[in-house]
């Protein structure tokens, strides 16, 4: 009888055709060697007896990608309503107040906000024709459709999950129309050499999720961190952990 070649996760990785490997990531456990057969040689026998198991996988591999080519070209991430509802609950708005979400998208945002406080002048604005359109169709909320810089009136709060490349530009804009702004964005948006000084002069309350949010629809998270971050409003420079339903 042979002697068993163990051989670890990586190197079966290695050993097999790159677009194999997502599909050996989930079955990896149930791949064994023998004295007979290597792990690899093990996991391409497993392959060849289930090739419709093995497509499908290859084909979730393949939308991953896509979504992660496209995210970045369109700079548009849907704010999941636990993470809205969770900065709601700490918001400083009173009844009567005016409260504009900027760059609204497809009214995620929106709908939570409006949900939440229902007595308040809630207004959408998004520039990107279908994502207006979207947001029209999902809710009775009003909606404009226009370009956030270019928008010029007065709001007691304007809150936004802005388009990251843009975000201290949407930043600024909204400082000039609103005593108070709030903005979701990643933690490491405070780690930048050339936004520090405008972060000593501009400190915001932080507030942080507890849990990485998923903006791809299928759960998957980003490999960060997010929090609301509040200018105008709470405590300057300081940070708190945001409750979050576990539901």
Same mark, same amino acid.
């Given at each position: 009888?042979?002697?068993?070649?163990?051989?670890? %996760?990586?190197?079966?990785?290695?050993?097999?055709?790159?677009?194999?490997?997502?599909?050996?990531?989930?079955?990896?456990?149930?791949?064994?060697?023998?004295?007979?057969?290597?792990?690899?040689?093990?996991?391409?026998?497993?392959?060849? %007896?289930?090739?419709?198991?093995?497509?499908?996988? &290859?084909?979730?591999?393949?939308?991953?990608?896509?979504?992660?080519? =496209?995210?970045?070209? $369109? %700079?548009?991430?849907?704010?999941?309503?636990?993470?809205?509802?969770?900065?709601?609950?700490? =918001?400083?708005?009173?009844? /009567?107040?005016?409260? $504009?979400?900027?760059?609204?998208?497809?009214?995620?945002?929106?709908?939570?906000?409006?949900?939440?406080?229902?007595?308040?002048?809630?207004?959408? =604005?998004?520039?990107?024709? &279908?994502?207006?359109?979207?947001?029209?169709?999902?809710?009775?909320?009003?909606?404009?459709?226009? #370009?956030?810089?270019?928008?010029? #009136?007065?709001?007691?709060?304007?809150?936004?999950?802005?388009?990251?490349?843009?975000?201290?530009?949407?930043?600024?804009?909204?400082?000039?129309?609103?005593?108070?702004?709030?903005?979701?964005?990643?933690?490491?948006?405070?780690?930048?050499?050339?936004?520090?000084?405008?972060?000593?002069? /501009?400190?915001?309350?932080?507030?942080?999720?507890?849990?990485?949010?998923?903006?791809?629809?299928?759960?998957?998270? %980003? &490999?960060?961190?997010?929090?609301?971050?509040?200018?105008?409003?709470?405590?300057?420079?300081?940070?708190?952990? =945001?409750?979050? #339903?576990?539901?």
């Amino acid at each position: 009888m042979g002697q068993y070649r163990a051989e670890s %996760d990586e190197e079966v990785r290695q050993n097999i055709p790159s677009g194999s490997v997502e599909f050996f990531n989930r079955v990896r456990h149930a791949i064994k060697g023998s004295d007979r057969l290597t792990r690899t040689e093990a996991f391409l026998q497993y392959a060849e %007896d289930r090739p419709d198991e093995e497509i499908a996988a &290859a084909e979730k591999l393949a939308e991953w990608r896509l979504k992660s080519i =496209l995210r970045p070209m $369109l %700079d548009f991430y849907e704010t999941p309503s636990w993470a809205v509802r969770a900065i709601g609950d700490v =918001l400083p708005i009173a009844e /009567n107040m005016r409260i $504009l979400d900027a760059g609204c998208g497809t009214g995620a945002i929106l709908r939570q906000i409006g949900a939440q406080f229902p007595e308040n002048e809630i207004l959408g =604005l998004e520039k990107d024709e &279908a994502r207006f359109r979207a947001a029209e169709a999902s809710t009775d909320l009003p909606i404009a459709h226009g #370009d956030f810089f270019s928008h010029a #009136d007065r709001w007691d709060l304007i809150i936004s999950n802005p388009p990251y490349s843009h975000a201290l530009e949407f930043v600024q804009h909204a400082m000039t129309l609103s005593p108070i702004v709030c903005m979701l964005l990643r933690l490491p948006w405070l780690a930048s050499q050339r936004r520090a000084q405008w972060h000593r002069e /501009n400190p915001a309350q932080i507030n942080v999720l507890p849990r990485r949010p998923s903006f791809t629809g299928d759960g998957k998270t %980003d &490999a960060t961190e997010y929090a609301w971050f509040i200018w105008g409003s709470g405590d300057p420079g300081t940070y708190r952990i =945001l409750h979050v #339903d576990p539901r």
